[in-house]
């Protein structure tokens, strides 16, 4: 019996080595391994893909997140202490972010059926101090943009949307990260749009931002030597950027094939317990909105059926086991008591999704949890 793996990025990224090692040999004959022609291609490229005017590439995707912030401190729209609400329950990158630009994260629980925070849970958090809101399309789930956006324009809130986990997906037709004032994407190797080592991009319909983010990434400097901010040494290569082209060309079979599989989960899984509840109470209308990046369950025994899947050679994740606020390093900003967030990461379950795997593969994990008996 063949292990299904829960990720393979040798398989997935295996129809595109023929094109990659191609670009690298030109990218080694120029010896020009920063600023260059790929990485203003991925850029125009990237930008259209969301339905923006403009991106810049950077390092990573909290790099993405915290360049951003700091390029709004510059611009005096956001000052030393200020409020930024964060979803409790996503990856510590968003709430890093916060902290890397002197700002104060405040947790906001999510919906409970989507995962993702919603306006009205944003709304009880905000002070005269709160100047951000940062969404995070979670799973690779876009958020209900339309009504945070009305309460960050209706408050004089910026909004900066983490999209590390949901490029391309959409609502109403609109991106993810062209809703907000600023979008920042992650390329981690693992993503949909996964890249040959960490890569981000700050994508915006502000031109001066563009180019603040862009100076920040660059030591600070809009020209060389000349550097009128202290910055950060956050650039995208021109081997990242070479193998994201190929990759975004190629990206829309990866969706269909994620959608495609979560099609089979939501089929096939018998028991409601397993089923992710915001697609099973919004069926097909939800296609535009989700990418499936993960494609997330839950269970009261989440360490028993861990222990089932793996006795059948399947593989699995948890994302996340804990909130941010549970980790020692935010640990101060921590509740007194349980939360929302505390109880949908006891249970939550990423089951095998992506190009990787077949039909077969697919219906072996339904077939397998099917059989749990431990309920």
């Given at each position: 019996m063949k292990t299904v793996d829960f990720l393979a990025l040798n398989k997935i990224n295996e129809p595109f080595n023929e094109q990659f090692v191609k670009k690298v040999l030109g990218i080694l004959e120029t010896g020009q391994y920063l600023f260059g022609p790929h990485l203003t291609e991925f850029e125009k490229a990237f930008s259209r893909f969301c339905g923006v005017s403009g991106s810049v590439g950077v390092a990573n995707g909290l790099d993405a997140l915290t360049i951003s912030l700091l390029a709004w401190k510059t611009q005096g729209l956001v000052?030393?202490?200020?409020?930024?609400?964060?979803?409790?329950?996503?990856?510590?990158?968003?709430?890093?972010?916060?902290i890397e630009s002197g700002l104060k994260p405040v947790f906001v629980e999510p919906n409970r059926l989507s995962y993702t925070i919603e306006a009205n849970e944003c709304e009880k958090h905000i002070t005269p101090k709160t100047k951000v809101i940062m969404p995070v399309h979670l799973y690779g789930s876009i958020c209900q943009m339309d009504e945070i956006c009305d309460l960050a324009k209706t408050n004089n809130i910026l909004v900066l949307e983490d999209c590390a986990?949901?490029?391309?997906?959409?609502?109403?037709?609109?991106?993810?990260?062209?809703?907000?004032?600023?979008?920042?994407?992650?390329?981690?190797?693992g993503k949909n749009l996964g890249g040959i080592s960490d890569g981000g991009v700050i994508v915006s319909n502000d031109e001066g931002f563009l180019r603040k983010c862009r100076a920040i990434g660059?030591?600070?400097?809009?020209?060389?030597?000349?550097h009128k901010v202290a910055g950060l040494n956050s650039r995208m290569s021109e081997i990242t950027a070479a193998f994201l082209e190929i990759k975004l060309q190629n990206y829309s079979i990866e969706v269909k094939k994620r959608r495609h599989q979560a099609g089979l989960y939501l089929n096939h899984i018998e028991d409601d317990i397993f089923t992710q509840?915001?697609?099973?109470?919004?069926?097909?209308?939800?296609?535009d909105r989700n990418v499936f990046h993960l494609f997330v369950v839950e269970h009261q025994l989440r360490e028993s059926l861990?222990?089932?899947?793996?006795?059948?050679?399947?593989?699995?994740?948890?994302?996340?086991?804990?909130?941010?606020?549970?980790?020692?390093?935010?640990?101060?900003?921590?509740?007194e008591k349980r939360t929302l967030s505390d109880e949908i990461c006891?249970?939550?379950?990423s089951l095998p999704i992506g190009s990787h795997l077949d039909d077969e593969d697919i219906?072996?994990?339904?077939?397998?949890?099917n059989s749990f008996k431990f309920r």
């Open positions: 000052f030393e202490g200020d409020e930024v609400l964060v979803p409790a329950n996503s990856f510590i990158a968003s709430a890093l972010a916060v986990q949901a490029h391309g997906a959409k609502l109403d037709g609109i991106a993810a990260g062209a809703w907000g004032d600023a979008g920042a994407f992650s390329f981690y190797p660059n030591y600070g400097a809009e020209k060389k030597y000349a509840k915001f697609m099973r109470d919004v069926g097909n209308d939800i296609k861990i222990a089932h899947l793996s006795e059948n050679k399947i593989e699995s994740g948890i994302h996340y086991p804990m909130p941010i606020y549970r980790q020692e390093a935010f640990i101060n900003y921590a509740p006891r249970q939550v379950l219906m072996r994990v339904c077939s397998v949890l």
